[in-house]
């Protein structure tokens, strides 16, 4: 019970804060480009800093190179899913007009502006490096086989861009991930002044990730929500078949405890928030994506509290 409380709590701070966002979105505050100025604010320049400062501040170069080899079953776990999610496309007979895009939604999750915040306030800044592991292997499989899932539902030809898929994968937040990483392994200390300034910039990222989900739900509308078939699907691969399938990969292994509730968690999170913008620019069906994205955002946080009580058993 005292582990749903906190989890409970650990929500509710995070609630709290999407409200912000979208009590002043519906007053106004915030027009047509505040989304992408907080989204920017938040993956360009505060996440970078705070993966930096955290990695820099938490961790020796040993618990680093224990800890990367274990990106093997986020992997795993999204390849079997991904086949989930074709089989279940199949059998369902999902429209095929966002088949592609149910399956980018059905494998892939919100690991950065829903995962980090959740996971730092059920856990704390210990597991940031754990959310950061499991995000390099979400992000891949969103920019690269999710992607062109979604291209396929589009109007616009097939293509692979490879330099574009490696700019998205090396974004600015994986970078800050990888910079980290090495001044631990190679011992480089950095000025204070400079590692006090990442400290101050990254702390901005859990407010306005929250805020910008806020917009984001305010934005899309309540009004617009439902839940058919094809939406209830995906709501059960990310919030049952995904957690439930990563319990079952990581159960039985040796890594820490904590990397297995951060895996399982960041397993379950809602859908990526790029899914819409990606769908609509290949002309893919970018409002299915926007209400699935909504309605899994607001699940996620009656889910989690469920989530943490299951993770007593485990």
Sequence with gaps: MTRFVSSFSGVLIILVMVMVGYVLT??????????????????????????????????????MLEMLPQLRFPA????????????????????????????????????????????????????IPYVLVYYMCNTTFFWTIGTYLIQKDGRKEVTLDFRGTLKKIFSPPLMGFIIGVIL????????????????????????????????????????????????VLVLLGRFVVAPLLMMVIVSHTQMPQLMKEVFIIQSAMPVMTNAPVVAKLYGADSDYAAITVTESTILTMLVIPILMLLLNGL
């Design 26 to 63: 519906k007053k106004g505050w915030f027009d047509d480009k505040a989304p992408n100025l907080i989204a920017k604010l938040v993956t360009q320049v505060a996440l970078p800093c705070y993966m930096i400062s955290t990695i820099v501040g938490r961790f020796t170069a040993k618990e």
């Design 76 to 127: 795993i776990s999204m390849v079997i899913l991904l086949a989930i999610a074709m089989a279940v496309a199949q059998l369902f007979l999902i429209d095929e007009k966002h088949r592609g895009l149910f399956v980018s939604m059905f494998f892939n999750s919100n690991t950065i502006f829903v995962g980090l915040p959740i996971n730092q306030a059920l856990f704390g800044d210990k597991s």
């Design 184 to 231: 631990v392994l190679l011992n480089i200390k950095l000025p204070a002044f400079l590692l006090s300034d990442f400290q101050y910039l990254g702390n901005l990222t859990i407010p306005l990730s929250m805020i910008f989900i806020g917009i984001s739900v305010a934005n899309a509308g309540l009004s617009r929500l439902r839940f058919s078939k094809d939406n």
